[in-house]
């Protein structure tokens, strides 16, 4: 047995979504939205269900899906992309999963931002890769030259980045990127952008992707996920964008993993990337309001935030709180106690975590977040 992964706990997601099940809690923890999805991708998936092929895919995805993340990411972010360098995946995950086996071999030194997605380190050290880490600090997580320099070596032969961030809701601006993509292209080194929360954006922000920064082309892998764009997040349809030279690769390792993804649900996806811009435009503005009802909430009930600038969660300070708890201790009794389950961000350290920070998920309707509020409200107060 590996000891790598018979070592490894359940994710801390699992763990706290069983937790939720079994205290009848309300759960803001594990990312997923309670509202629903958009209609006619799930009528279009159906369609294929019954009129198209279910037979094996294309090893490399559907021409369409390929051609319509290409034109996506044109016609959005203004990329030069050939569907030729696109993989279809099983999620992001397998995109990583594929990603990081292509590209890793032995030795390699992988630079890594903590907090991190919790899927990066074991595939890193999977592939053999020696990780090293720049640490993100609350409140304000900034990348900094100086980080960099001390983390990138010689031996750096890529560099995992995720924009906007999971779980810290920080979208990296341009001067960030900025140094992230000089030294990229100073070490030629690879980066693996994942990406998954381009669209889940607030505040007028635009989303910018790695690739576009100057000399980052040819030296960027960038990683997508329909579950996030489409509130989808079981169909588990992802890809990743990478360079000639790297797609070959890429492709090579996906083919052993899961070879192809379910092909009805891949048309779905592609006919939704299609979409008109007013659909992007409302799920923003939706995600928005509900962000803003709860951090409302939230700072009724006595609770600071910090900036939810992308993605659907939000992180609350329990020190500035007024709670004198670690993060692990706060969602364990949180959860059992008072009914509401969010998640520790230690959990997403390898090493010197922050502890005094847990991540609340707000794609969740008005009644889920204020039943949220109410119940984490009763939990600050086991603390007092
Ligand atoms: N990367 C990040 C940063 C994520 O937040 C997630 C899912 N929350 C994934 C990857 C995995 O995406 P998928 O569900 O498409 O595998
Ligand atoms: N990515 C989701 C989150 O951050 C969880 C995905 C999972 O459960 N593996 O909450």
Known sequence: MNPLFAGLPTTIFT????????????????????????????????????TGSNQYAP?????????????????????????EEVTITSGATEALAAAIAALVTPGDE???????????????LRAGGVPRYVRLTPPD??????????????????????????????VFGEAELGLLAEACVRHDTVALSDEVWEHVI?????????????????????????????????????????????AGPIANA????????????????AYGLGKDEVYFRTMRADFAAARDA???GLAQAGFATLPAEGTYFVCVDLA????????????????????????????????????NVVRLCFAKTPETLAAAVERLAAARKLFR
């Open 141 to 170: 997580w900034r990348i900094t030259a100086e980080a960099l320099a001390e983390a990138f070596t010689d031996r750096t032969r890529l560099v995992l980045f995720n924009n906007p961030h999971n779980p810290s809701a920080r």
């Open 110 to 124: 992988v630079l890594l931002f903590q907090p991190l997605y919790d899927a990066y380190l074991p595939l890193v």
């Open 202 to 246: 607030f505040d007028g922000r635009r989303h910018v992707p790695l690739a576009a920064l100057p000399g980052m082309k040819e030296l960027t892998v960038k990683i997508g996920s329909a579950g996030k764009i489409f509130s989808l997040t079981g169909w588990k349809i992802g890809w990743v964008v990478a360079p000639p030279p790297i």
């Open 59 to 83: 090893m490399r995805g559907l021409p369409e899906l390929r051609r319509a993340v290409a034109d996506h990411y044109r016609r959005h972010q203004a990329l030069e992309v050939d569907p």
């Open 15 to 50: 763990r706290m979504s069983a937790l939720a099940v079994a205290h009848k809690a309300v759960n803001l923890g594990q990312g997923f939205p309670d509202f629903g999805w958009p209609d006619d991708v799930v009528a279009r998936a159906a369609e294929a269900l019954t």
């Open 294 to 296: 709860l951090v409302a």
């Open 320 to 355: 500035a709180s007024g709670i004198r708890s670690d993060d692990a201790t706060f969602c364990e009794r949180a959860v059992r106690e008072a009914g509401v389950a969010a998640i520790p961000l230690s959990a997403f350290y390898a090493e010197n975590p922050a502890t």
């Open 254 to 269: 996906h083919q052993f993993l899961t070879f192809s993804t379910a092909p009805n649900l891949q048309a779905a996806a």
